[in-house]
């Protein structure tokens, strides 16, 4: 699902940069509609408040005391630290969680190379080929481990036990899948693959701490209630009124609300890059792809091929 605009921005023309700002998936304006709109109602809620209700009463004291207690507020720095800090954070996740993702296709013409086809039948060549190029998924869940446990290295395992039991050294090497030094390679590639998945379930296993999130969360929203109120304050110490003022003063504080909105939202959306977010990974589309690819590396030559519905029946 991500989104990607690197065509339309291979040019920097006045047009293409239009187009890039004003796209909709993935966009500023779809993170933080909702917040702005919200922003704004109180924005003129607070003001129809006490020109209606407020202003001229015994009440305006009041009004005015809680106004001067967030006048002198030190909000900005603080914020603007934490966001930093928070965004920095999560998107070095994000792009280190990328690079951990696993591409099979390394294995499977390591193997394909190495592979020594005299050592075995036509027949049993096609069903070696076939058993390292797919998950046998009823003997996954038939395993003797804990269902809500990680299961991503037996299928590695397999393959692994697969090549070792036609592994032959010293006087038997002519009979034998692969040489020692090829042997070695692979199985040095294959852990390979096996540690990047791991590392994969590590970044989802030991998130960032919840209280940095939840600080961050709480402080953008409390900083812009706060700002409406410091906003509420500059227009009665000006001694205008009229929604002109409102909007004048709502115009000054907008940019930097929307910044802080803005890196607020990134740093939800890439936390964590496995849900249903616009420029979360397209977890579904890597499957297919490994699937459709492996079956072209290793399957080629071979009338069956493996699916995505055929893996998942299996």
């Given at each position: 699902m991500s989104v990607n605009?690197?065509?339309?921005?291979?040019?920097?023309?006045?047009?293409a940069i239009?187009?890039?700002?004003?796209?909709?998936?993935?966009?500023?304006?779809?993170?933080?509609?909702?917040?702005?709109?919200?922003?704004?109602v109180l924005i003129v809620?607070?003001?129809?408040?006490?020109?209606?209700?407020?202003?001229?009463?015994?009440?305006?004291?009041?009004?005015k005391l809680l106004i001067d207690m967030t006048k002198d507020v030190p909000t900005d720095g603080t914020l603007t630290f934490l966001l930093s800090y928070m965004t920095y954070n999560s998107l070095t996740r994000w792009q280190d969680t990328f690079k951990c993702l696993a591409w099979p296709e390394n294995v499977a013409f390591l193997y394909k190379q190495y592979c020594n086809k005299k050592a075995m039948t036509e027949h049993e060549a096609k069903c070696l080929n076939r058993s390292v190029a797919r998950d046998e998924v009823n003997l996954l869940k038939s395993s003797r481990l804990n269902a809500n446990s990680p299961h991503y290295w037996v299928p590695i395992d397999w393959i692994v036990v697969l090549i070792r039991s036609r592994y032959k050294s010293?006087?038997?090497?002519?009979?034998?899948?692969?040489?020692?030094?090829?042997?070695?390679?692979?199985?040095?590639?294959?852990n390979k693959l096996r540690g990047r998945t791991g590392d994969v379930l590590s970044y989802d296993w030991v998130?960032?701490?919840?209280?940095?999130?939840?600080?961050?969360?709480?402080?953008?929203?409390?900083?812009?209630?706060?700002?409406?109120?410091?906003?509420?304050?500059?227009?009665?110490?000006?001694?205008?009124?009229?929604?002109?003022?409102?909007?004048?003063?709502?115009?000054?504080t907008l940019p930097f609300s929307m910044l802080y909105l803005s890196f607020q939202r990134i740093s939800q959306v890439i936390i964590n890059p496995f849900g249903q977010d616009d420029d979360d990974f397209e977890v579904q589309y890597l499957i297919d792809r490994h699937i459709k690819v492996l079956n072209e590396i290793l399957c080629s030559d071979d009338n069956e091929t493996i699916s995505t519905s055929e893996s998942g029946k299996r």
């Open positions: 605009y690197s065509l339309d921005a291979a040019t920097a023309s006045a047009f239009f187009i890039i700002l004003f796209r909709l998936k993935g966009s500023l304006w779809k993170l933080i509609w909702r917040e702005m709109l919200g922003w704004t809620f607070l003001y129809m408040v006490y020109v209606n209700l407020l202003k001229g009463s015994e009440y305006e004291p009041y009004y010293g006087r038997h090497a002519k009979d034998s899948i692969m040489t020692e030094v090829q042997y070695k390679t692979f199985i040095t590639e294959i998130p960032l701490p919840l209280a940095l999130f939840q600080s961050l969360t709480i402080f953008v929203y409390s900083t812009l209630i706060v700002n409406c109120f410091q906003m509420q304050g500059r227009i009665i110490t000006s001694g205008k009124s009229g929604f002109s003022e409102l909007f004048v003063e709502s115009m000054s």
